[in-house]
């Protein structure tokens, strides 16, 4: 059981390049998200899916776009990089709970280790 | 949204507690209380969470006032390695939030001295 992983760790982009990072559970979770991290900040959400074949905006999803195609994956595309977009990518995952209509809130978040972008 | 609010920082000795105060005077019936940390160059970790009730585990105990408004997240034993960033997150019970879902805000910096 490897839990949340990402791919790739690190990565340089030229301003303008394209790029996907994914993520990848094997806990059978419902739902997985993206975030953000700059330097001294807190995460910040990109976007999130709350099932395969569906996904929605978070807070700064500008810039981003996100496909679940398979339950077990997330993925969180830059089609045009920005120098602004230099972060720490973070993908989680929340299994869902017994009953649809407490789908997460008791259920704790698991995360990826992170993917180091720099855009240059 | 509900927000929370938690000191920039703190400092503690080993081998000591340390309380972690969390504000959330606008929370809801509906939210979960949520403690997470995060380790240097690391993923957030998950540490605790409750409703209404006091909660212990393994890592933490977490006291929730008895109106809800504020909580504290108690290590009992501070070691080197509980240094980390920590953050008080609510979570609303049907996971459904969404956008305003497990919003991290900059957190509590915990400082261990030897």
């Known amino acids: 059981n490897a839990g949340v992983t990402q791919t790739p760790k690190f990565r340089v982009l030229k301003t303008g390049q394209s790029m996907t990072l994914l993520c990848a559970q094997d806990?059978?979770?419902?739902?997985m998200y993206w975030y953000r991290q700059d330097p001294g900040m807190g995460l910040r959400l990109i976007h999130y899916?709350?099932?395969?074949?569906?996904?929605a905006k978070g807070e700064v999803p500008d810039g981003y776009n996100v496909s679940r195609l398979k339950k077990q994956n997330f993925l969180l595309g830059l089609e045009s990089a920005a120098p602004s977009q230099t972060s720490v990518y973070f993908c989680?995952?929340?299994?869902?709970?017994?009953?649809?209509?407490?789908?997460?809130?008791?259920?704790?978040?698991?995360f990826g280790p992170g993917t180091r972008l720099t855009v240059t | 949204d509900a927000k929370t609010t938690q000191p920039n920082s703190m400092e503690s000795n080993e081998e000591e507690p340390v309380h972690l105060p969390c504000n959330h005077s606008?929370?809801?019936?509906?939210?979960?209380i949520h403690w997470y940390r995060q380790l240097p160059s690391q993923g957030p970790e998950y540490v605790i969470h409750?409703?209404?009730s006091n909660v212990n585990n393994r890592m933490a105990s977490l006291a929730i006032a008895e109106d809800r408004k504020s909580s504290t997240l108690i290590l009992h034993r501070a070691t080197l390695r509980d240094a980390a960033v920590y953050y008080c997150?609510?979570?609303?019970?049907?996971?459904?939030?969404?956008?305003?879902?497990?919003?991290f805000g900059a957190g509590t910096r915990l400082t261990v001295k030897p």
């Open positions: 606008t929370i809801s019936g509906t939210d979960y």
């Open positions: 989680a995952s929340i299994k869902q709970g017994e009953r649809p209509d407490r789908a997460g809130g008791s259920s704790e978040q698991y």
């Open positions: 806990m059978n979770h419902e739902y």
């Open positions: 997150i609510l979570r609303d019970v049907t996971g459904r939030g969404g956008n305003n879902d497990m919003r």
């Open positions: 899916s709350v099932g395969e074949g569906t996904t």
């Open positions: 409750g409703l209404t």
